[in-house]
């Protein structure tokens, strides 16, 4: 049996905000609970809001690798971009909701680090052994709308790593590796949702996947840009060929 | 506060098995629960495990449209194709694990119908208004691992549509439309896992979720080919471009 339910009572979170004291005041948390925080609490407590009149200039400032772009209906820009973390996403984590007219919120500088700090001070702070997850929202390529995934994690095994397990016929699950992390995220955002006002959920049931401090992060859930098959959009790519070929195509004409 | 738990005691699924009856003598439902299936189990019970000496076969045969191959370090090739579904994944859902050794199991040929016969079944059968998803478990582009989600719903909002919603700042929520079926899925995985025989969950406090059995099903889910930025694979992608401007280059140059 698998409990996911909100910390009730958290106040508005703003810079400089102390989270493990306001979350270990808020919730009675048991040795196996995880919690996963969204990002844009931390990225407040952490002072990540900038002044930012136009939202696109700082997905601009935030991107590190333009990924894929298409033009929308009503005449604006889709842009899937790569952040400095190396996830991709529409909106390089640039966040414009919940936030004051003329401000964006950007993501932690280190989600992971960041866990990691909550993870460390609220296992202090209540003595229980709880994993922390940070979550956002992302898109997905093949699928609409958005799912919650794991953006930083301490604690806790990210992938239930069953390469090698057998299945229930004696066969081995070859490359079965579930990205737990990113479904805990999921299960997170079913009860906080989007509109809320409650940033916080508590996952009772799955203390077999918390652990030490030093367990790998999130970071370790993106794919690494030379093993993804998808690391620039169909368009972009057929178009760099294009380019290539036809300079190719015609050297040859001309040298033959 | 959310509850996901998995239904004990249900017996290994044959073709030709009533789901419905299994379910419902197994579970104690309520109203708004909406029920895991994994896709498995419903495959069974359809009749859908045929024999197969070759799993890379039967993948060529499910596959409507190639998306990416990559050779692997061990010889293999790693392909991700689109299924006669929709969905794109790197096996097009052809299961060769918990089955007998020269079978396959293939996923059903229309799972939004089977969870609105399980859905209207179950209502019929317990009296509680429940929701239905059916379950698999696929790969993401730019993530590693995997996680489970919704390829059949019935009875519930796959899409919490948040689009024209307010933040709590006031300022609407402009493109949010969280995938609650993807969601929950991935929350039935957690407890339902790989090698525990326990193929469906309950999920229990989601009731504003579920509704008419005529709301769309996860069909709608998957992205339309047209407006999908990554509809093939970068080199695949990079291939075809170069392959046209090459000829294009070499048309143009003869023809100046």
Chains 1, 2 share one sequence.
Not at 117 to 138: K, P
Not at 181 to 190: F, H, K, V, Y
């Amino acid at each position: 049996m698998l409990q996911v339910a909100v910390i009730e009572g958290l106040p508005e979170v703003s810079a400089g905000d102390d989270l493990v004291a306001l979350i270990a005041e808020a919730a009675e948390l048991e040795d196996g609970d995880i919690l996963v925080v969204t990002s844009k609490i931390v990225s407040k407590s952490e002072g990540r809001m900038v002044a930012a009149d136009d939202r696109e200039q700082a997905i601009t400032d935030e991107t590190v690798r333009v990924v894929a772009t298409r033009a929308t209906a009503n005449g604006g820009l889709t842009r899937i971009v790569e952040n400095r973390l190396g996830i991709i996403s529409a909106a390089a984590g640039v966040d414009a909701s919940n936030t004051p007219d003329g401000t964006v919120l950007l993501l932690p500088l280190d989600p992971d680090g960041s866990a990691r700090a909550l993870c460390v001070g609220l296992r202090e702070a209540t003595g229980a052994s709880v994993g922390v997850i940070i979550s956002d929202t992302l898109g997905r390529a093949w699928r609409q709308g958005q799912t919650d995934v794991a953006i930083g994690a301490a604690g806790l095994q990210v992938f239930d790593d069953l390469r090698g397990s057998l299945d229930n016929a004696g066969k081995p699950l070859a490359v079965t590796m579930p990205c737990v992390a990113d479904e805990i995220a999921s299960a997170g955002d079913l009860v906080k949702g989007k509109t809320s006002g409650n940033p916080v959920a508590v996952v009772r049931g799955l203390g077999r996947l918390v652990g030490d401090l030093d367990l790998p992060g999130a970071a370790t859930i993106v794919r690494p840009v030379e093993e993804d098959m998808f690391r620039t959009g169909t368009d972009e790519s057929y178009d760099e060929g294009y380019r290539d070929g036809f300079a190719e195509g015609q050297a040859e004409a001309v040298g033959s």
